[in-house]
């Protein structure tokens, strides 16, 4: 009797320990967020120019605000495109903090035409907050599904192409022709610089 009531506390306790440990209370992501435009921003600008927003409904996880009405953002012009004949600005909204780090948000349409103050622009998030117990974190979910498939394995790589062994030898080049022996010129007698005829001897009387 007294190890069952042994084991039933120590569940009790383990079960405790994991629900303090385990988020209480999230606010998924894709929730629809409304920021209002505090200046201009002409469909025309240089992509990078800014606006300040601010958001204007609070942000309520569990009966607690993570976010304020009112508290502030950025809408960035990345952009413009012609649609339906009309052109419209590529927008973004970043720099949304709230209880815990930096919310990502992206709008809903992100294409508006120019825009002016008190122009409303909704969003929805794209990460997650959870609270446990008095703290708040912010959680980025992956942009994409992991695949749980398999590759194939009866998949064989194709070889790569060598070259043939006989294309590695250096080619033998054949023995150099000598060159054909040239005839010397002749020798042929010189003439001898006192080779001209001596006078001939005068006779003596």
């Known amino acids: 009797m007294r190890a069952a009531v042994f084991v039933t506390a120590f569940l009790l306790l383990g079960l405790a320990v994991a629900t303090a440990d385990s988020p209480q209370h999230v606010l998924p992501a894709g929730t629809v967020v409304v920021f209002i435009s505090e200046g201009h921003l002409d469909v025309g600008a240089r992509p990078g120019s800014t606006v300040a927003v601010h958001l204007r409904d609070a942000l309520v996880?569990?009966?607690?605000?993570?976010?304020?009405?009112?508290a502030k953002a950025r809408l960035l012009l990345s952009g413009s495109a012609n649609q339906d004949g009309r052109r419209e600005a590529a927008i973004s909204v970043d720099r949304f903090a709230v209880s815990g780090g930096t919310l990502p948000v992206t709008p809903v349409d992100?294409?508006?035409?120019?825009?002016?103050?008190?122009?409303?622009?909704?969003?929805?998030?794209?990460?997650?907050?959870?609270?446990?117990?008095?703290?708040?974190?912010?959680?980025?979910?992956?942009?994409?599904?992991?695949?749980?498939?398999?590759?194939?394995?009866?998949?064989?790589?194709?070889?790569?192409?060598?070259?043939?062994?006989?294309?590695?030898?250096?080619?033998?080049?054949?023995?150099?022709?000598?060159?054909?022996?040239?005839?010397?010129?002749?020798?042929?007698?010189?003439?001898?610089?006192?080779s001209e005829p001596s006078p001939s001897a005068t006779k003596i009387p």
């Open 110 to 194: 992100p294409l508006l035409p120019a825009i002016e103050p008190g122009t409303e622009i909704a969003a929805r998030t794209q990460g997650i907050v959870e609270r446990v117990g008095n703290r708040y974190s912010v959680r980025i979910p992956f942009p994409f599904a992991l695949s749980t498939d398999r590759p194939a394995a009866y998949y064989t790589p194709t070889p790569a192409r060598t070259a043939p062994p006989n294309s590695m030898i250096p080619r033998r080049r054949g023995p150099s022709p000598t060159p054909s022996p040239t005839a010397s010129p002749s020798s042929s007698p010189t003439a001898d610089a006192s």
């Open 61 to 70: 996880l569990d009966g607690v605000a993570v976010a304020p009405a009112g």
